[in-house]
């Protein structure tokens, strides 16, 4: 028989290995659910393709791809296999049941969020990467004030919606900073935002550029944001062909007027109502594309300024078929210098309104040889009613 101490000895270690499994004395798991204290979360993003920039909807169609890098100190384990030592025997993380860079896009209207994927990237380090593709339309509302020769910046604001900026703080991946998380295996490191190899913009827009900024805001707390800006400028060619150098040339036509004899009021006003009719049409030819502003586009000035301009001649022809009567008034030279008198200052009228809507909002040869023409168009206009008012 086993003597009475080894007995105790054993009933000793036995119940010493059951106290080690008591629920009681179970280490209690580090809550792996919630973000690492002080977190940064470094983004860099690749605008795929931009599809459309609608005024009317006030929104632009986008396609981006998202990367989010982060460092989480409690995955940092070099037994635990990763992307860089895939060779490790440890048990692998569960990323399911590890904390993820939340971030989702403020200004979105309708927006479709795509995991790409979420990688255990540097065992030593805890570092994390997690790809998200955003598809979908952003609300994005224009100024069109220089409406057809207007530029726009298409913002696209990354958020952090659940945490605060001292829990997660979002900043764009920067190669000289040493606190970078983004990977040095990353392909054109340290460009927080880029564009695709095959992006191309909107058929109506030119590319100007992109820009970037890591900012706040501010709910009941402040949080943390970052503002991905696209640069465009309109391709104004298509209005200036289609739109602007016929409306020129129907309001050059209304000084056409002049040429037919001060005693034929009801040519002249056969001339003035045609083309009065012609430019009311253009006020329609836009009106799909644009949203109701509360102001005028330049395209509107050019417009409403003609149709001024017209219903002025209107009524100056039939000024000067009253003053016919009035005695002393049918004196050739008192008519002649009336009639060159309104002549001129309809020209200048006309020309005027023109280089104020082709002002130059920058250099360029289009806009160079069209102030040209309005220069040459009134010194030809004056030259012809000189020698006829002569």
């Not at 990237?121 to 609300?139: A, C, E, P, S, Y």
């Not at 550029?209 to 465009?232: D, K, M, P, Q």
């Not at 017209?310 to 009639?339: G, H, R």
Request: one cysteine or more; proline letters at 5%; charged letters at 20%.
């Amino acid at each position: 028989m086993a003597s009475a101490p080894s007995i105790s000895s054993s009933l000793v270690v036995l119940l010493l290995l059951l106290g080690e499994k008591m629920p009681g004395k179970e280490e209690k798991e580090e809550d792996l659910s919630t973000p690492p204290d002080n977190c940064v979360v470094w983004v860099k993003t690749r605008i795929l393709n931009v599809s459309e920039v609608s005024a009317k909807n006030s929104n632009a169609t986008f396609d981006i791809r998202c990367n989010f890098f982060w460092y989480d100190s409690r995955l940092a384990d070099p037994t635990k296999p990763s992307y860089l030592q895939p060779k490790m025997l440890g048990e692998p993380w569960n990323l399911d049941s590890v904390w993820q860079a939340d971030v989702a896009i403020e200004n979105r209207d309708e927006m479709e969020a795509t995991v790409e994927g979420t990688w255990f990237v540097d065992n030593t380090k805890g570092l994390m990467q997690k790809t998200v593709r955003f598809r979908g339309t952003i609300k994005h509302a224009q100024d069109l004030h220089r409406y057809p020769f207007d530029e726009t910046s298409v913002l696209i604001r990354l958020e952090s919606q659940l945490y605060p900026m001292n829990q997660v703080e979002l900043k764009l991946v920067d190669a000289s900073s040493v606190e970078c998380a983004e990977p040095t295996y990353a392909k054109e490191r340290g460009q927080p935002l880029l564009t695709g190899n095959d992006f191309v913009p909107p058929v109506e827009w030119e590319f100007v550029g992109t820009s970037t900024e890591a900012t706040t805001f501010e709910y009941n707390t402040v949080y943390s944001r970052i503002v991905l800006s696209l640069h465009l400028r309109r391709r104004s060619h298509y209005y200036f062909y289609k739109v602007l150098l016929p409306l020129f040339m129907v309001g050059g036509l209304t000084l056409t007027a002049f040429v037919v004899p001060r005693e034929d009021v009801a040519d002249r006003l056969s001339i003035l109502l045609t083309t009065f009719l012609s430019t009311a049409a253009f006020l329609y030819v836009m009106d799909d594309d644009l949203p109701k502003c509360g102001y005028l586009t330049d395209l509107d000035q050019c417009i409403t300024g003609n149709l001024v301009l017209i219903s002025l001649m209107t009524l100056f022809v039939c000024m000067s078929k009253y003053f016919s009567t009035v005695p002393d008034w049918d004196e050739w030279a008192v008519q002649n210098q009336f009639e060159y008198s309104c002549f001129m200052l309809f020209s200048l009228f006309f020309v005027g309104l023109n280089l104020f809507v082709f002002r130059p909002r920058s250099v360029s040869v289009m806009r160079s040889l069209w102030l040209a023409a309005c220069a040459v168009l009134l010194g030809i206009v004056v030259f012809m009613y000189q020698s006829t008012f002569r």
